[in-house]
């Protein structure tokens, strides 16, 4: 497991349909970013791409990538955050163009 704070990770609130930017504030964040895990131990962060996961409440649109899952943010920031699938499940996960597929809990991505 990687520390979110590890992989850059920043919680993001919309600022347009498809553009977001970071925020501090847990309560405002429409979702979160952070640099991907497998990507960062295979090439190093400055060849890793980012992996978005989008909040069931915020402002994202549907057609937001990735498609899919949306999830519940529980925590006070990037540093606790545990991401819950929308409906509640414990076999979906994070998945990312590369393959990599996780979890976020409390505040690592697994
Ligand atoms: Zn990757």
Redo the contacts with the bound molecule.
């Keep these: 497991m990687t520390a979110l704070t590890d992989l850059n990770a920043a919680l993001v609130v919309m600022t347009g349909a498809y553009s977001f930017a970071p925020t501090s504030s847990f309560a405002a964040a429409d979702g979160v970013t952070f640099l991907?895990?497998?990507?960062v131990a295979l090439f190093g962060a400055s060849a890793?791409?980012s992996?978005a996961a989008w909040s069931s409440t915020g402002a994202a649109p549907a057609g937001l990538a990735p498609p899919g899952t949306r999830w519940r943010m529980y925590g006070t920031g990037v540093a606790d955050l545990t991401l819950v699938a929308d409906p509640p499940r414990d076999d979906v996960f994070l998945r990312?163009?590369?393959?990599?597929q996780g979890q976020v809990v409390n505040g690592s991505a697994l």
């Design positions: 991907c895990p497998r990507c890793s791409h992996v990312s163009a590369c393959t990599w």
